[in-house]
């Protein structure tokens, strides 16, 4: 495994609250899929307007 630094890892917008988040391991798998910064995003994901 290359070790890197955090400036260097991949970011994405969170689509709910759109702040920044940076990847993270547990992510490596599914990093395409990912589209909230953390679980309560995820959850309120319905509650925000279209």
């Known amino acids: 495994m290359v ?4 400036g260097d890892l991949p970011t ?5 609250c759109g702040k920044p988040f ?3 391991r547990k992510w490596a798998a599914v990093w395409d899929e ?4 953390s679980e309560r995003c995820r959850r309120h994901r319905r509650d ?3």
Do not use: G, S
């Not at 990912?34 to 910064?37: I, K």
């Open 3 to 6: 070790m890197r630094r955090k």
């Open 12 to 16: 994405r917008t969170c689509a709910v």
């Open 22 to 24: 940076t990847w993270r």
């Open 34 to 37: 990912v589209r909230y910064c």
């Open 48 to 50: 925000r307007p279209a």
